[in-house]
């Protein structure tokens, strides 16, 4: 008897609770209809249905800051660099001395040329004395000889004693040739000699390591004491002032591209403030790995350092995006958002979006309502989530 009792109530308690909260329920939606019937309606909203609308493809491509004018500046000529005039960082004027090589055997090599010049120029003089001798003999000889000619046609000289003379002629000719041929072979050698003092003191100016043009030392890879060898770069040197983006474009996009192109240059370190540029070069060969070909595009002055990371975007074909005027965007905490308005309801809703790129006073939605959506555009500031609206016809 006792079990029962306290059964049964059990059982009367647990049915009053449960009827409890049903009344309370009840209550609670009741005064959502009531809340809903009592929220004032906002009038005059006007809407936009979006629909897909035409425009272009923009596409991106990941890219290096580059200098246009880069050199690796290298000795030509082997040695111990004995000073180094520059460090990283250095601005340099054209021509600047950056290094220099150590020059004593050019030197010596210089004094040596110039030492066979001097000699090969003092036989030259002894050739010609000796030319200025046998020209002098020659004519001397071919007077002789015209002189002997008539008179043996007189019969006054024997045709031995024309004989002699005729002789003596022709080895004064012979002479004359040989000590032109003596000038001519010691004028060689006073050009190879002169050849080789410039050889030498071309190599002596090369002991002088110089910046090819003005610009700023990005790179020393020597000290002083280290042995310089021709072709082996000493510095890096750019020009700080013109600079451009290299972008490895996919093979997909080799018809959007050429010289001449305009694109927009995009730096991670300040994507907020893109940049018009211009395609400069383009090298047409894929690289089979990556299947991607190099896009080089001038950057504005002063906008951009060596080695920093950017995009490049470019127009590549025709489509259709979703879109919205910019208008109709609403800042909800950190996030953008739209009002939908419900076809059937005519309730606001805050919708929040994912948007695109800006174009013609729309925004590309990349995603957060479909084709079709009804899109508040005003009063935007007497919106809110849930509010009854009468839309404008």
Request: aromatic letters at 4%; one cysteine or more.
């Amino acid at each position: 008897m006792t079990r029962m009792y306290r059964f049964g109530t059990r059982s009367a308690a647990a049915a009053v609770i449960l009827w409890m909260a049903a009344g309370l329920s009840a209550c609670g939606e009741k005064g959502k209809q009531v809340a809903a019937v009592l929220r004032p309606v906002v009038q005059g909203v006007e809407v936009v249905v979006v629909r897909p609308v035409p425009r272009e493809t923009m596409a991106e491509a990941a890219g290096t800051v580059r200098a246009r004018t880069t050199a690796a500046v290298a000795p030509q000529v082997m040695g111990r660099l004995t000073g180094v005039a520059v460090s990283e960082g250095s601005v340099v004027a054209a021509g600047a001395l950056l290094a220099t090589i150590d020059d004593t055997t050019v030197r010596a090599q210089l004094s040596s040329a110039e030492g066979a010049v001097a000699e090969a120029e003092a036989a030259r003089e002894e050739v010609d004395r000796a030319i200025s001798q046998a020209e002098a003999g020659k004519a001397l000889a071919e007077k002789s000889f015209e002189r002997f000619r008539k008179l043996l046609e007189e019969r006054v000289v024997t045709q031995q004693e024309f004989d002699e003379v005729e002789m003596r002629r022709t080895v004064a000719v012979k002479e004359l040739e040989r000590t032109q041929q003596k000038r001519a072979q010691v004028s060689a050698k006073i050009d190879q000699a002169r050849g080789q003092a410039a050889a030498a003191k071309a190599m002596l100016a090369w002991t002088r390591v110089t910046a090819p043009f003005a610009g700023v030392i990005v790179e020393k890879r020597a000290d002083a004491g280290s042995m310089a060898i021709p072709g082996v770069p000493l510095f890096v040197l750019e020009d700080p002032r013109r600079h451009r983006i290299e972008a490895f474009v996919s093979e997909t996009y080799l018809p959007f591209l050429k010289k001449g192109t305009a694109v927009q240059g995009i730096l991670d370190a300040d994507p907020g403030k893109p940049f018009s540029a211009v395609v400069t070069e383009i090298d047409p060969a894929i690289d089979p790995a990556s299947r991607t070909f190099t896009v080089k595009a001038d950057l504005p002055a002063g906008r951009a350092r060596s080695g920093q990371s950017g995009k490049v975007r470019f127009a590549a074909g025709k489509g259709t995006v979703l879109a919205i005027p910019k208008r109709a965007i609403t800042r909800a905490g950190s996030v953008d958002g739209v009002f939908t308005v419900g076809a059937l309801d005519n309730v606001a809703r805050l919708t929040m979006v994912t948007l695109g790129a800006e174009f013609d006073g729309r925004v590309e939605v990349l995603s957060g309502i479909e084709d079709g959506a009804q899109v508040a555009l005003s009063p935007i500031d007497k919106l809110a989530d849930g509010a009854r609206v009468e839309v404008r016809r």
